[in-house]
């Protein structure tokens, strides 16, 4: 923070200045916004949550029906900040896992809940893992700070709202009566994700084909073991209209990934591989691009930071999701204006969803203008 805003936030705790170290956009303070922080603590609570999926969820290695979240809510002088931990088992946290780090977060310590840094920093700071807990504190933080200043935080950054992108619809690996049967669920979609990296790879292309020619992006996880096949596939999905690829190759294989890279025709994302900002650096030369997602960076803001890096560097960024409520979304949609590629469509994939929030029409993510994260509570939980 530079000197003269100090300076300037010494005068009757003028609020936002604390919010230099996370992009913000100097325009929002064009009302002189006051808080009387005397005696106002924020209040963290949490609950467990579980998602209930339209259809079986199938990834090159698991298969499920649910996903454990835990909603979170941050409360300060009568205002209540919104968040959200999704958890796919894969990964490794859970409903008890989550409870037991946020168990240990004490808010009260802080009195003023624009000192974002330090207040993330804190929380961090508490283990070493948890990014999906520690999400659902960050989100709802910024949830809390958008609302205090009133206003969505893809203005606080100073993005603009029509320059959202299309966001893909996924396709799980399925049998081909039901994969044709998501694709035409998937009617209003302009992009395709479709999930690979077992044996049905081309039947699930080729089904996929018999349908419909709309692009397709396909996502690996890791699937692929061996560089020459993998471009030997990539090859033919170019054919097939496929336009990126993400994940192909197993983390750990960074060479031939990095070869893999070189010689494919399509741009190559690094998403398991990539979880927070060293991680960005790491992939630099290893893939063309990066996804991030606010359950594997900790929140928006070491995404923002991602994001900045991964400019500097030359690498496209792509937005992801897990299955997640409208909460998790619409926080990683305020994002969205900022980058190339878009994977949002988690919400869409449960039928039990108590947030309403940024919307898909046409395809493409539409952000509203309601303040912090953008959402609003629909069902209760």
Known sequence: MNKSRRDFLTKSTLIGGALIANGINSNIFSKNIFINKKNKKMKLSFKPYTLQLKHVFTLASSSRTTTPVMLTQIEYDGVIGYGEASMPPYLGESHETATKFLSKVDLSQFKDPFEMETILEYVDS???????????????????????????????????????????????????????????????????????????????????????????NVDVNQGWKDKFFALDMINWLKEKDVKMVEQPMPKEMIDDMAWLTEHSPLPTFGDEAVQRIPDVIKAHGVYSGINIKLMKCTGLREAHKMIDLARSLGMQVMLGCMTETSCGISAVSQLSPGVEWADLDGNLLINNDPFEGTKVIDGKVVLNDKPGIGISKVLPH
């Open 126 to 216: 508490i283990e070493p893992l948890n990014p999906a807990a520690k999400a659902s504190v960050d989100i709802a933080l910024h949830d809390l700070v958008g609302k205090l200043l009133g206003k969505p935080w893809h203005k606080i950054w100073g993005l603009n709202k029509d320059k959202t992108p299309y966001t893909s619809f996924t396709i799980g690996i399925d049998t081909p009566e039901v994969v044709k049967q998501k694709v035409k669920e998937a009617e209003e979609y302009k992009v395709l994700k479709v999930k690979l990296g077992r044996d049905t790879d081309k039947q699930m292309i080729e089904t996929i084909r018999s349908v419909t020619s709309k692009p397709i």
